[in-house]
């Protein structure tokens, strides 16, 4: 069963921005750090950002300072707000918790082309 459906991929121009989604079941949400990751064909899953249930963020060194993570724990969601994108941002984008993964959900593919 699919516990995390992440949303708000889709095309973008350089320098733009998207704000993706991921809402989860409450029980494996609630209480736990959780993250964005991005996967490509010919690279492993990088970590992106992080948020803890108390709202202490983290950032890999590739997206500081143009992307937000924040969530909405009553809700049961998670966001990423994307700005200044670059063609490197291009992948398929996943939400889970940080640690001790729970079944990962469809993904939504970010693409950044002109």
């Known amino acids: 069963q699919v516990q995390f459906v992440e949303s708000g991929g889709g095309l973008v121009q350089p320098g733009g921005s998207l704000r993706l989604s991921c809402v989860a079941s409450?029980?494996?949400?609630?209480?736990?750090?959780v993250a964005w990751f991005r996967q490509t064909p010919e690279k492993q899953r990088e970590l992106v950002a992080t948020i803890t249930s108390g709202g202490s963020t983290n950032y890999a060194d590739s997206v500081k300072g143009r992307f937000t993570i924040f969530r909405d724990n009553a809700k049961n969601a998670m966001y990423l707000q994307m700005n200044s994108l670059k063609p490197e941002d291009t992948a398929v984008y996943y939400c889970?918790?940080?640690?001790?993964?729970?079944?990962w959900g469809q993904g939504t593919q970010v693409t950044v082309s002109a």
């Open positions: 889970n918790r940080e640690f001790a993964f729970a079944p």
């Open positions: 409450r029980s494996v949400f609630s209480g736990y750090a």
